[in-house]
């Protein structure tokens, strides 16, 4: 079993080699794994949604024109009337 932590006492070492050093301590393998993994996961992510307004822009306008803006998207987008209350 492995277990890592950030700060570590180097006095038990010699009991328990079959755990890992914590991040202060050297021990910045477990770290730079769970580094990798979520820079990959960031630009991934990041590629898929650009991709996706690609295609959804080619198919209708994503964004709304000024004046649907200024009349208000609940009308114009949704067909609902705001009361003025």
């Known amino acids: ?38 820079v990959a996961v960031a630009a991934y992510s990041m590629i898929c949604t650009f991709v996706i307004i690609k295609v959804v822009s080619m198919i209708t306008s994503v964004r709304v024109t000024d004046s649907e803006e200024n009349a208000g998207l609940d009308s114009t987008q949704h067909g609902e009337l705001i009361s003025s209350h």
């Open 1 to 38: 079993m492995r277990r890592t932590q950030l700060i570590r006492s180097p006095r038990n070492r010699l009991l328990d080699l079959a755990i890992a050093d914590g991040l202060l301590l050297g021990g910045s393998k477990l770290f730079i794994a769970n580094l990798t993994g979520v």
